[in-house]
């Protein structure tokens, strides 16, 4: 499972706007129970002797970063580098005007503040937490409008003013968590504005901020009115913002798909996967005298299914280091895995079958095998028709399971000899680039898109069985119904096929 979401944990929207009653500025007031979050900028709707006036919101917003922390050191994410982290929100619509071609800046909060359970910024105010001119009962912001960071801010654009916000803030979460440590900042969360050049212009005679009015000489002598985000509070469980953690969790295993070297083909493309699972009794486990260094890798001809002759000689490349070495040098992967690839040449007689032998310090841990098959070559475009089952789909799961969904793929004409026909496991299609989505079925929405980018979260692994991923459903929300959608990469044409197969399962 490649991907986590975590809800924010404090959420506010604090402003200098006036009242309804266009005399007293609401700068008081607190939203932190309210469900949803307003940034605008309004130029003026009042004037006063220094001319039209200005009026402001921002979002303030914290996540649970030591739940993310908690989660590096029990492994559940990455290490620093191998993992992204996601801010999104989530667009709420609203009968009011919507500005357009906008952007947001999205900046640390530099000291502690208090959520509150204010409800809006007119009627309700809860006063002693955070708002436009304090950061709780006890502590005023240094600057009017809240304090933040100069430095990890991102600039977000909005060219029709409806979109969702989505920006890669992984720098600011690496400081967050070296910051529960003592190192880099402290975790207050992101602040939520316009650009100052968007932000209402005000300027005062003595050249700085007035009262609960920011100092703007560059700002804006219009109306940006009204950017609405769903907050934590929202009854709309796909809709609460999170930082979402994203990354490449395949395992790519070419037991089953293995290709001898071809001239035709780069030197990337000439490599093999191989994998060692190491299951015990209770689940995978590091090999005791291996841990987590490195294992050696051996192959050898077959002969009536056992290795046999001399050491197969390698070729230079991935974990080979010369040509002409009989030791492939295999990697720790993760907890009871090792990875290896190799690339080997075929002879003038191709052999049919080859063992691997994993060994270490003179011992040997596993013997396997695999069948290398010619490079194929085409005299045409191919044109790939698949057809996908899923093998061990459940109708229900709850939000308590972690679920592994396994699929076979044939191709559409496959046409099987009586061998096929009479074998318990028939060979299995291997997509090497296959990504899957989630929908909710009831109204379509994307509860997790497709995500084939460059951090290959939503990517399938695949083995020797097919390919596979595993899903936490505490990422879905209970009591509906989802679809599983999966697209296939076609290097024909260069772009992703959507399967016409999908397969749906309840969450309870």
Known sequence: MAILRYTASADNTITNAYEANLVTRGTGSNMGYADSLEIFSIYGQESGSTGQSQELSRVLIQFPVSAISADRTANTIPASGSVSFYLKMFNAEHPFTLPQDFNLIVAPISQSWNEGTGLDMDEYQDLGFSNWLSASSTTGWTNIGGDYLSQDNY???????????????????????????????????????????????YSSSLGTD?????????????????????????????????????WDSRTMDDRENFFFSSSRATATDNLNTLQLYNYGRRGLNNIPAVGTNNIL?????????????????????????????VNATGSYVSTGIYSCEISLTAASTPLQEIHD????????????????????????????????????????????????????????????????????????????????????????????????????????????????????????????????????????????????????????
């Not at 979109?163 to 803030?169: A, G, K, S």
């Not at 609960?212 to 809709?239: H, L, V």
């Not at 890798?297 to 974990?319: D, H, M, N, R």
């Not at 699929?407 to 496959?414: A, L, P, T, Y």
Request: hydrophobic residues 35%; glycine residues 8%; negative net charge.
């Open 155 to 201: 600039n977000v654009r909005f060219p029709e003013g409806y979109e969702d916000l989505e920006v890669d803030v992984s720098e600011v979460v690496e400081n967050w968590i070296k910051g529960l440590a003592g190192g880099e900042y402290n975790n207050y969360g992101f602040g939520i504005r316009l650009t100052a050049s968007q932000e209402a212009y």
């Open 210 to 246: 007035s009262g609960s009015i920011i100092q703007n000489t560059a700002g804006a002598t219009e109306s940006y009115y009204t950017k609405k985000f769903f907050a934590r509070s929202s009854e709309f469980f796909f809709k609460r913002p999170v930082i979402e953690a994203r």
């Open 297 to 325: 890798v051996s192959f050898y001809s077959s002969s009536f299914g056992e290795p046999t002759g001399s050491k197969i000689l390698l070729q230079a490349g991935g974990s080979t280091v010369s040509t002409g070495d």
């Open 357 to 508: 032998v994993w060994h270490s310090g003179g011992v040997e841990y596993f013997t396997g095998s695999f069948f290398p098959e010619l490079m194929p070559t085409y005299d045409s475009a191919p044109t790939f028709d698949r057809i996908t089952s899923c093998k061990n789909l459940k109708k229900v799961y709850s939000t308590q399971d972690t679920a592994r969904f396994r699929f076979f793929v044939r191709d559409r004409n496959w046409s099987p000899t009586l061998y096929t026909v009479a074998t318990a496991n028939n060979p299995t299609d291997i997509v090497e680039s296959a990504s899957f989505s989630i929908h909710r079925v009831t109204d379509n929405l994307a509860a997790i898109p497709y995500g084939t980018g460059s951090d290959f979260s939503t990517y399938l692994s695949y083995d020797k069985e097919g390919s596979f991923f595993d899903l936490d459903m505490s990422l879905l929300e209970a009591d509906y119904m989802y679809e599983i959608r999966l697209s296939y990469y076609n290097d024909s044409i260069g772009d992703w096929q959507e399967q016409p197969q999908t397969f749906k399962f309840r969450v309870e």
